[in-house]
C-alpha cells in the first residue's frame, strides 16, 4: 500500500512541476515618447504578445481616465495625464501589473 502512495505523490509532484514549467508570468513596460505621451508594451515572460489585453489609465480616486486594450503591436500610447495615475495592464485573474506614473520617464 505505502508503494502505491509513493507513486501517486511522484506522479502529482511531476504534473506540478511540468506546469510550473509552462507558467509564464505577464511583462508590461511604459516610457515616454514624444514629449509627453506615454507608451506601454505588454507581454508575457515566454516571449508571447498580448493584442487586445485590457490596459487603462486610473486616477488614484480610481476614475478610469484612459480605457484600452493594447494593439495587433502589444502597445498603446496616450497623452500623460495631469494628475497623479497608475497603468492596469490586465490579463486576467493572476496576471496583473501594475505601474505607478512615478516610473514612467
Known sequence: MKT???????????????????????????????????????????GSK???VVLDVIAYDEQVLVKGKLGPDSTLSFPRPAQD?????????GHTVEIEHTAIK
Do not use: K, N
Open 50 to 52: 498580448a493584442p487586445g
Open 85 to 93: 495615475f497608475y497603468v492596469l495592464f490586465d490579463a486576467g485573474p
Open 4 to 46: 502505491h502512495r509513493l507513486f501517486a505523490l511522484a506522479g502529482l509532484f511531476a504534473l506540478c512541476a511540468a506546469g510550473a514549467a509552462e507558467a509564464h508570468y505577464p511583462i508590461c513596460e511604459c516610457r515616454m515618447v514624444e514629449g509627453e505621451t506615454v507608451q506601454c508594451t505588454g507581454g508575457f515572460s515566454d
